[in-house]
């Protein structure tokens, strides 16, 4: 049976970056994928990112993204509970079985909040239909974050995403400049390198990792 899936992005690209492989092997397996991007108010560098999220959607096999237009790199400025509210509202909508946030001990503040305000909204209320509550790491977020922002990244769960790779490299290149090139943690090369080390790390040839924050079985 299809499940539906939430993935919650601070911003565009990092739901690529961190769950691409995965979100395409969700859609592969006829689960139906929503991403929810909380940051970026559509104008600007954000009005191609949209765009592109739209691109890298359609390349993984997920529903269109949707938007939470907080502003950008100030949420520490919005209170919390406008974000946990369209958090709330989306989970309320695609009552999702399974969902994705990012780490909460990434360095930038939007991943931050991102994670306080999923924690918030998540909360296991009777009637939730959410099983499975999974962190992932982001590049150039979650390597780059020094001791004392938060927990460090321990992953739990490996998804195997060999025959996934390709698609998530592609939805990466699909956001164009936001991308770096090598040796920049947030490159294409970087994320194949990242997928071979996760995969090594539990025999296979490419896999993405996830720390498991709640599960009911």
């Known amino acids: 049976m299809a499940r539906s899936v939430l993935v919650i992005a601070p911003h565009g690209l990092d739901e690529a970056l961190g769950c691409g492989g995965t979100i395409a092997r969700h859609a592969d397996e006829s689960d139906v994928v929503h991403v929810l991007v909380l940051f970026g108010d559509g104008t600007g ?59 909460g001990g990434n360095l930038n503040v939007d991943h931050q909040t991102s994670f306080r305000a999923a924690a918030t909204a998540l ?46 490299l592609r939805a990466l290149e699909a956001y164009g400049d936001e991308m770096r ?15 071979a080390l996760r995969g090594q790390t539990v025999g296979v040839p490419a896999a993405e990792c996830f720390g498991v924050l709640r599960e009911v079985i």
């Open 45 to 103: 560098r954000d009005t191609a990112r949209r765009v592109n999220a739209g691109k890298a959607a359609r390349i993984l096999g997920a529903q269109a993204p949707r938007f939470g237009g907080f502003p950008e790199n100030r949420s520490d400025t919005v209170p919390l509970l406008e974000i946990v509210g369209a958090v709330e509202r989306a989970i309320g909508e695609v009552r999702p079985e399974i969902v994705y946030v990012s780490h």
């Open 123 to 168: 909360r296991p209320a009777p009637g939730s239909p959410v099983h499975a509550i999974l962190a992932y790491e982001i590049l150039s977020s979650t390597d780059w974050a020094p001791p004392g922002i938060g927990e460090p990244f321990v992953p739990n769960r490996f998804v195997e995403i060999t025959g996934q790779l390709e698609r998530k």
């Open 181 to 195: 090139p090598a040796p920049h943690s947030r490159s294409v090369e970087g994320a194949r390198r990242l997928a």
